[in-house]
């Protein structure tokens, strides 16, 4: 049990450090939160990535001069990422050779009776830690403005596990090694289909497949990086002076490759005195989107008098596909 102590503390000090050496807690801090950029990482430090569709591997580390790194393209995005911060765990710690199965799911990586080898250990808190820090969990919700009631709330943890890049499952987990909930809410939290929390979300809105994520947008996420699959839908919600003849204009969203699915006002409380409502608009990629878009509020007649503006980047690209990982893909990490 004392090895297995000595193995999760190694995994968690190496993430830690890994994180100080690159500098990506100063870089998240700078842009006010995102998701921790594992492949990005991987690549920083050197070793190939490949994505190609594995049968009964989630991924694989190869050692070598020039190490390799191998993930599945048959699981969803938040589990390539996971099985990639377990393979960048093995990279880091300079382990021998490792074939991954989906049993690195299940495992619980802060148990120290576990019977699973030293390097295995040690990759999985590495993994759970890289991906998830306290600090960065920290960073989220202060950006967002969720009191700690929040995170027992279902919407809540799933719009999280969205920033964080991490399945409602995990994220579920993390939110109670962090102490952020006790044991009872995250398993009432477990007992909610991530199906049902999109289905309220969208309110009456049926999309063609339930897996793709759905993501609410506020003037919060301003300037923020967007990184999920190819055909997610987004629900922006933003204060709108319609009283005073200001409305919101999306059209970038059609020229970025976003269909407009949903454009509805609300109005509640004392918002609605002097017109000032909520609009609600919800937008789904058709495809592979990179790209910016800003959204401005201004009157129709005098579009050069912009009353607010919401500026978000979208990289809409999973889960990854087969090949190897698009090395100008590593956003700032090179300068570092």
Same mark, same amino acid.
């Given at each position: 049990m004392a090895d297995g102590r000595a193995a999760i503390l190694a995994g968690v000090q190496a993430a830690h450090r890994l994180h100080r050496d690159l500098g990506l807690k100063e870089n998240l801090e700078r842009s006010g939160g995102g998701r921790m950029d594992v492949f990005g990482t991987i690549a920083k430090l050197g070793a190939t990535l490949m994505f190609q569709p594995l049968d009964k591997l989630l991924g694989a580390y190869v050692p070598a001069e020039e190490a390799g790194i191998l993930i599945t393209t048959k699981r969803t995005l938040p589990v390539q990422r996971f099985t990639a911060a377990h393979e960048l765990g093995h990279l880091y710690m300079r382990h021998e050779p490792s074939l991954d199965d989906k049993g690195i799911l299940g495992r619980a $990586?802060? +148990?120290?009776s576990s019977k699973i080898d030293r390097q295995e250990k040690e990759a999985d808190a590495f993994a759970s830690i890289f991906l998830a820090p306290p600090w960065l969990l %920290? &960073?989220?919700v202060k950006r967002q403005g969720w009191v700690p009631e929040c995170l %027992?709330? $279902?919407?809540? !943890?799933? #719009?999280? +596990?969205?920033? &964080?890049?991490t399945s409602y499952r995990a994220t579920c987990y993390i939110l109670e090694r962090h102490k952020t909930i006790v044991r009872k809410q995250r398993d009432e939290l477990l007992s909610i289909e991530p199906k049902e929390i999109k289905r309220a979300i969208l309110d009456g809105y049926e999309p063609s497949d339930w897996r793709s994520d759905v993501w609410i947008l506020t003037d919060r996420d301003e300037n923020l990086l967007v990184e999920g699959g190819r055909h997610d839908l987004f629900v922006v919600r933003l204060r709108e002076n319609s009283g005073a003849g200001y409305l919101w204009n999306f059209d970038e969203l059609k020229t970025a490759g976003f269909a407009?699915? %949903?454009?509805? #006002?609300? *109005?509640?409380?004392?918002?609605?005195?002097g017109g000032q409502l909520t609009r609600v608009l919800t937008a789904q990629s058709k495809g592979r989107v990179s790209s910016? !878009?800003?959204?401005?509020?201004?009157?129709?007649?005098? $579009?050069?008098? !912009?009353? #607010?503006?919401l500026h978000l980047r979208y990289e809409l690209r999973g889960p990854?596909?087969?090949? *190897?990982w698009e090395p100008e893909r590593v956003r700032g990490l090179q300068a570092a």
């Open positions: $990586p802060f +148990s120290v %920290a &960073l989220i %027992a709330d $279902p919407e809540t !943890v799933y #719009q999280l +596990s969205l920033r &964080l890049g407009l699915v %949903a454009d509805d #006002q609300e *109005m509640g409380g004392d918002e609605s005195v910016d !878009v800003t959204f401005k509020e201004h009157r129709p007649w005098t $579009p050069e008098k !912009v009353l #607010q503006e990854e596909e087969p090949g *190897m």
